[in-house]
């Protein structure tokens, strides 16, 4: 067993034997170190032999048989072709659209037209799959802001365009997306009305025309002079307080933090997989204290983290998905240890740097951080946001909106949910659960820690755009306000799991009233536009949101256990939003 043991292939259970016989066996000891020595010294024979072998041309002799039997070839084409047009001229022909058409009336309309249903779906899902994506935000957003657009383009124009791209115009998922818009707009007004002020937290400027004089109260005091170089602090912001619900989806809830109480922990008592679709279904129907059962099932106990971290049987690479379940400065430290021995892990990189941006003193290694990461996932515009957010709380303006508008010109953003899943399906079963167990608790809870991470982020953006406008500079706002917008685009289209392309959707809305209130108050050049654009595209993802979930949510809700297993299977291999087009 030693060579497997060498190669690391046997079972956790196995290896743990061999290391304990190792420990307490001299003469395996010395064979083992045997071993260590023979594959030494075949390492280094290799190499002297990689060094020494003599290098030898073979292109000439190879050219030169190469040659001839290219002319072989193409005598060879010659024939075939000449056979291939003799048998076609040959081969009888057999007339069968008189016997087809004769038996196509047998078949019902009804199965018919179902049948072409099918086709089509499958050819809109290919074409959406293979059509290559444009870029059109810079050159649209150019247009924007000069404000020619907005002389020939109306908001009715626009509204006609969008229905004609999507048919028939009053479908059931249009009129879905519509309300859910309405209800989150007058939602998010009522809670600006009776929030009471927070002494500690940032305030948006207060509405009023725009042909009467704005005053900006601050709880103790007007609000200073901007200046270059200032610091800006905002306490973190809360969901609920935030944003209200853009549908009646109950927001995911995250596993157990480290230091919560006991009551949250998972329970001691045993749970089966059949609990486990229960749970999921009473969530599916709107009960949040299912949700938060099925995280609190799916959540691992700090010692548990330590104790596979110390028997090997979690790597330091799947850290960067389970972090969350240490305290902070534990997470750092195991953070930056497995980065020393995974340097080119992005997932690494980007929770190492959420960790750092807990704490103020370490902003200045968070940003050395960003830059590493930044070169690692050269494809995501995730660490461009966090930049960002880091600088405005240092004062650097003029670098956190450059960093925004680099932000801006990237296809997608991920905060690798789909790793993180994988992860935590493996670190459950290494605790001790069963593999489908592991599987429904991992595939349930995907996407909800990455939901409140990135919606967190949007938010506390956000925050700083109203700051800015509350000094009464519309021009940063409004930049702060589009490039978070644009950031929950990018979320929607880097989403493998529906909470994903949820934070998504709230973080644009809450973008879009943003904007709206700015242009009740301020001439903004193009604003019309802007907001119809973004609005579009909102409808656009909850209209795709609303479609995939409710195929994946109805599947969860009737089918049998070994469907929805096979289902689960797909979604931790692809993401649910995907499931649709999978099993």
Known sequence: MLPAYLDKALAPEAMDKVRERLATDPTLRAAYEELLSQESALRGLGAVLRDTAPTVDIEDAVMARVSPARSETRALKASLRELGVALYADAPRVDIVGDVMAAYPARSEEAALAALEGDMIAVGDDLRTLAPRVDIVEPVMRDVASGRLDKDTSLAAARKRAARRREPLFSWRFVAAAAACVLAVLSVFVMRLSQPPV?????LAGRTPATTERTHQHPDHEPPSLLEGEPLATSPSNAGERLSLLTSATRPVSGAEPGESAEFARPSRAFTAQDIIAAKRDAI????????????????DPDEVRRLLEEGLLSPAELAGLSRFLPDAEAYALLKEALEQSPDNPALHYALARNLMLDPDRYEEALQQMALFKEIASDNSLPYYMDARIRLAQGDYAGALEALEYAGAFQAGSAFALDNARQHSLALQAAGMSFDEAQLLAAFNAGAEEYNATTQLGYELLSYGAYFESLGDAETALAIYKSVHQMGLQL?????????????LDVQMAAIEAMNG?????????GAYTLEIAYVAFVEGLDFFLEHTEVFDNMIAVSDMSTIFNAVRYMMHQGDLDYQKGP
């Open 285 to 300: 129907g709107g009960e949040s204290e299912a949700l938060a059962l099925l995280a609190r099932w799916g959540a691992l």
């Open 492 to 504: 929607n289209q880097g989403a493998a799991f529906s909470n994903e392309m949820l934070a998504g």
């Open 518 to 526: 700015l242009a009740q108050v301020m001439d903004i050049p193009g």
């Open 199 to 203: 002494p500690n937290e940032l305030h």
